[in-house]
């Protein structure tokens, strides 16, 4: 699953409420105060090749500062507006789309998954114990990290994965821990998560999210597939 955002400032709260757009903003403050402070944590990860561009955004009050290091698309410097593949950050939009549905009462957060799977799916068990929302949410479900069906070194194993081959991969998954156990990180746990959430609420998890998480936030920057204007303002990925 692909994720691409340009910066993302959450808050969680009791309403749904609509609050104006984020609108791009580039490197409004290339000199403030705390540029050389943050450079000097974030240059050396760019001269050590571990990252190819960063940019950091400060928020004092209501004060403001985005900063830029190492390159972007078209070579220059990132700014606000440069648009990051989330990858497996996505999980923490799957989480407020949880915490959201915790808080409408559509689910509760010991809701066994298989509950909200279609009919006829299951979802494996060990030692007589179910896997849970809850369980799924803290990497505790004893799913591994990755389905059975996907390689174990791949740059993007999940590019091209889909919800049937999700429910033939629950299926033949031996859970690797009791749920509860112990805490193993597994994008297929986060991802079964958000799949039935999307069942859940209705629609899909792209409308669930969009409805539910992205319009009341404001995030009109955040995309499951970057529009064709947009796509100037993405950086490229790196291994």
């Known amino acids: ?5 340009f910066v993302v400032l959450v808050a969680c709260g009791g309403t749904t409420k609509s609050v104006a757009p984020v609108k ?25 090749e571990l990252a190819t561009g960063v940019v950091v955004g400060v928020i004092d009050g209501n004060k403001k500062e985005i900063y ?5 698309p078209g070579g220059k410097p990132p700014t606000g507006a440069t648009l990051f593949e989330l990858g ?22 010991d809701t066994p998954v ?12 060990k030692d007589k114990l179910v ?15 990755i389905p059975p069906s996907l390689p174990a070194e791949s740059d993007n194993p999940f590019g ?17 821990g009791a749920p509860g156990e112990r805490i193993v990180y597994s994008d297929y746990g986060v991802g079964l998560l958000a ?10 998890y792209v409308k669930a999210l969009d409805e539910r998480v992205l319009a009341p936030l404001g995030l009109r920057d955040t995309y499951f597939a970057v529009p064709t204007p947009a796509q100037p303002r993405l950086a490229s990925g790196t291994n």
Request: net charge neutral; no cysteine.
């Open 195 to 204: 799949n039935a959430l999307g069942h859940k609420i209705g629609g899909g």
């Open 131 to 145: 896997i849970t929302l809850r369980h799924l949410a803290l990497h505790s479900s004893g799913l591994p990290p």
């Open 68 to 72: 830029g290091f190492g390159k972007g």
């Open 1 to 5: 699953m692909r994720w691409v955002s």
């Open 24 to 48: 791009p903003a580039g490197d409004t403050d290339p000199d403030g105060p705390n540029r050389a402070r943050i450079a000097a944590q974030v240059q050396p990860l760019i001269d050590a």
């Open 114 to 125: 298989a509950e909200l799977l279609p009919t006829g799916v299951t979802a494996p068990t």
């Open 88 to 109: 497996t950050v996505t999980r923490a939009y799957t989480g407020l789309l949880l915490a959201d549905a915790v808080q409408r009462r559509e689910v509760e957060l």
């Open 160 to 176: 091209s994965y889909r919800e049937n081959q999700l429910y033939q991969d629950l299926i033949g998954t031996r859970l690797i």
